[in-house]
């Protein structure tokens, strides 16, 4: 059964840093495309970055692009997402999902992918 659990949440001021871990159970994830994406309350999900499974291509949005780094850690079976210079339009619930589609210049799509976390809150304030 696959399993994927989020950590690394949690509350921050503007400029701060967190970094988030997707950690699977039930498979080996660097044989996966992950995906993490975020809803804020009102907003659609959004996709945040991507690293495939196939060529490592990775994606990350406008939005986020020099600040947040996203990494396979296979020691750990994990994928993390290092997030710098938190704004607090960051804040949200980060989910991450994995087997679907990840190009570096394509938004990832939630439709497009087969399971996901139930996710870590992340809150930017001051």
């Known amino acids: 059964q696959v399993q994927l659990v989020e950590s690394g949440g949690g509350s921050v001021q503007p400029g701060g840093s967190l970094r988030l871990s997707c950690k699977a159970n039930?498979?080996?994830?660097?044989?996966?495309?992950v995906a993490w994406f975020r809803q804020a309350p009102g907003k659609e999900r959004e996709g945040v970055s991507c690293?495939?499974?196939?060529?490592?291509?990775?994606y990350y949005a406008d939005s986020v692009k020099g600040r947040f780094a996203i990494s396979r850690d296979d020691a750990r079976n994990a994928v993390d997402l290092q997030m710098n210079g938190l704004k607090p339009e960051d804040a949200a619930i980060y989910s991450c999902?994995?087997?679907?589609?990840?190009?570096?210049?394509?938004?990832?799509?939630?439709?497009?992918?087969?399971?996901w976390g139930r996710g870590t809150q992340v809150t930017v304030s001051s």
């Open positions: 039930g498979i080996t994830l660097r044989h996966y495309t």
């Open positions: 690293i495939s499974g196939v060529d490592s291509d990775i």
């Open positions: 999902a994995i087997d679907g589609l990840c190009y570096t210049d394509t938004s990832p799509r939630p439709t497009d992918y087969d399971y």
